[in-house]
């Protein structure tokens, strides 16, 4: 009986429990700013704070998404919308930490693709 209760006094103060992990990776983002029109592709950056090693930090939209690195105090990358419908979109960021917890963040963009135009020189006659 001993051995048990000692045991698991043991296990709380060595093994994080997910009462104790509750909010412990926040993520903010900074880029893009809400409903901001953009075409081909958005740069994201955002700000993540954890208590413990991050193990990824992933912005995505649908079924477009990119692993961000960490630069200079914050995460980025560049997220592509090639072959998104236009209209407004939601952007998360989600940071997972070694625990496999949790934070994100989120935020409304303006997706208008470029349209194309080519231009044909067409030879004199």
């Known amino acids: 009986m001993k051995t048990r209760i000692l045991l698991l006094i ?3 103060l ?4 997910n ?3 509750a909010q412990s990776v926040l993520v903010k983002i900074s880029l893009p700013v ?3 029109v953009v075409s081909d592709s958005v740069l994201v950056e955002a700000t993540v704070t954890s208590e413990y ?3 990824e930090v992933r912005a995505s939209v ?3 998404s990119v692993g961000l690195t960490y630069d200079s105090g914050k995460f980025r990358g560049l997220l592509i919308l090639t072959g998104l ?3 407004v979109k939601t952007v998360f960021v989600t940071a997972t930490d070694i625990f496999d917890q949790r934070g994100s963040d989120s935020v409304s963009i303006n997706h208008q693709p470029r349209i194309g135009i080519e231009l044909y020189s067409w030879p004199e006659t």
């Open 85 to 87: 419908t236009t209209g």
């Open 62 to 64: 649908e079924d477009s």
């Open 10 to 12: 043991l296990s709380l």
């Open 34 to 36: 809400r409903n901001q």
């Open 53 to 55: 090693q991050l193990k």
């Open 19 to 21: 009462s104790l992990l």
């Open 14 to 17: 060595i093994l994080p429990t």
